[in-house]
């Protein structure tokens, strides 16, 4: 891949993962309660079994979602040394050139789509 190609994946990269970086912070202080004071805690109680049904259930989605978002963040920082070694682009899998279309859709992508088919494939 030429060095123009590489900086602007690189530019997509560090932006997806400062926008990924305070959705997770965003996510982390809703699902913890992070309120500040212990007041505003006990106001938001909730009275009904079935309202502690729901915040324990939002609580637990957040966490999931906080889940993945922490595994593409990984992603892309495996995407990024990928870029500053130079071998960004090429399939982890069976070392070929992963196309542009792949990489605009998912620029934090290890594999080629015949690689990550195989692979899922295999998890399923």
């Known amino acids: 891949m030429k060095k123009a190609d590489m900086k602007v994946y690189k530019e997509r990269l560090l932006d997806l993962r400062a926008r990924l970086r305070g959705d997770v912070s965003s996510m982390a202080a809703v699902a913890l309660r992070q309120s500040g004071t212990e007041g505003s805690e ?20 957040t966490l ?8 593409t963040l990984g992603m892309i920082e495996a995407a990024l040394i990928r870029v500053e070694d130079g071998i960004y682009g090429r399939c982890t899998g069976c070392e070929g050139i992963i196309p542009k279309t792949r990489l605009n859709a998912i620029p934090h992508t290890p594999m080629c789509v ?4 195989s692979l899922d494939n295999l998890a399923g």
Not at 42 to 61: R, T, V
Not at 64 to 71: F, G, K, N, R, V
Not at 114 to 117: D, E, G, I, L, V
């Open 42 to 61: 006990l106001s938001s109680m909730p009275i009904h079994m079935a309202e502690l049904g729901s915040d324990n259930f939002e609580q637990e989605f």
């Open 64 to 71: 999931s979602l906080m889940a993945t978002e922490e595994d």
């Open 114 to 117: 015949k690689c990550a088919s």
